[in-house]
């Protein structure tokens, strides 16, 4: 017998699927913002002069690219207030999970986009009597966050996608809602159907709106 | 009479263990053009980019306008340069460079890259910093590109705004590190038209070259760096016509050879 699709349990639970993507949608631009300026301020200190800046850089990098982001939502929601005595809200371990993971990431992105930039751009700007610090910020990182608008760009994707782990910790995001739709309706088909859907016509239409970034950015070439 | 605009004395770098050049002494007077020429390694354009630190010099001194650059320290036994970030960033306003690739912002339109300096290093205001930059282009005949990017220039329209971006800060001394090396012979009469405009209006330069007919016309003393400093040097007529020593008259010598 073939299955019978039926969406009007979805629809009379509207109200729950919304709050999800308003939990999303702040969880997302919460790490968006976190995890992309973090991982600019990480690299500038994994390219430091200073030794002692680029092994801290280079200790956060390795540690938080190498264990899962699950992990460390479900540590810093867990074991963290075990170890000091803080109150860790499920939002606030998915916005520490996710922003620092996707920190060490970019900060990696960021470094390969500053260190692409030809040393002949360095020298002509410190040869007009540029600082190294006006020099980073008007004429290297321009050029270099250009070009890694593509890489950033995933990043972003990776960061929406990733704010579905918040579920593990009961925060509520759009897949945490669906599962309880699911499970009050007995329906996962249609609801991980209209769940999925619903990520693909967000991200999509922000993914377009960083290829018209890039258009623009490009006016020079 | 006014003391040198620019004095190295004893200047010495090296790349590791091996020296690049030592001990050169060097005073350029004001309306000085001097060419300096020489074979590949011989240290030119290394030379040139210890005046302005684009390298650090590892041994003597370079004084700029009476004022020695830098301060010695003694330091087990010997003495020890320091410099401060600050006085160098200070030196680089008052010391040109033009450079082989041009090395123009490629995100910055024309009139842009020649404001750069004025506007962030000088902190003069956008609208007093443009009617200055486009005199600087015009200058270089390049007015009219103000709003391209670089990337839609030629080789030649690029040098010559890398000049403009360099005069814009109004150095007291000018120096070009092969300034036509990258560029289609066809385009190098352009630059070299620019560069020999500038010495007409009297301004200090030091040009590395591997150009030597325009050496010989443009500049007023010529040196010849072999064997880790200044091997030969003198007027133009003294070095490239009548070279005393053998290294200079080989020198010469093959590079007159395709000469017709």
Known sequence: ?221 | MAGPVLSLKGLGKRFGASPVFSGVDLDVASGDRIAIIGASGSGKSTLLRCINFLERPDEGRVILGGEPVGEARQRGGGTEMRYDERALNRLRQRVGMVFQQFNLFPHMTVIANVMEGLVTVKRIARDEARPKALAELARVGLADKAEAYPAHLSGGQKQRVAIARALAMEPEILLFDEPTSALDPALVGEVLNTIQSLAEDGRTMLLVTHEIGFAYHMATRVIFLAEGGIYEQGTPDEVLKAPRRPLTQAFIAGHRRFNF
């Open chain 1, 1 to 221: 017998m073939a299955y019978r699709w039926d969406f009007a349990p979805i629809l009379d639970n509207w109200q729950a699927l919304a709050a999800g993507i308003a939990g999303t949608l702040r969880l997302f631009l919460v790490c968006l913002v976190l995890g992309l300026g973090f991982g600019l301020l990480v690299a500038l200190m994994r390219i430091a002069r200073q030794r002692p800046l680029r092994w801290l850089a280079i200790g956060f990098i390795e540690f938080f690219r190498n264990t899962p982001v699950l992990v460390q939502i479900l540590w810093f929601y867990f074991a963290l207030p075990m170890l000091v005595s803080v109150e860790i809200s499920p939002f606030m371990a998915a916005i520490l999970g996710i922003s620092l993971n996707s920190a060490a990431y970019s900060a990696e992105i960021n470094r390969g986009g500053i260190q692409s930039i030809e040393p002949g751009q360095w020298e002509a700007a410190r040869s007009i009597g540029m600082s190294g610090f006006q020099t980073l910020r008007r004429i290297v990182l321009p050029q270099a966050l250009r070009r890694v608008l593509p890489a950033l760009t995933n990043r972003g994707i990776e960061i929406f996608k990733m704010t579905t782990l918040a579920s593990v910790v009961a925060y509520v995001e759009l897949l945490h809602q669906g599962k309880l739709v699911a499970s009050l309706n007995f329906n996962p088909l249609e609801v991980y159907t209209v769940v999925g859907a619903l990520f693909f016509l967000i991200l999509y239409p922000l993914v377009r709106a960083t290829y018209a970034l890039e258009r623009r950015l490009a006016r020079s070439d």
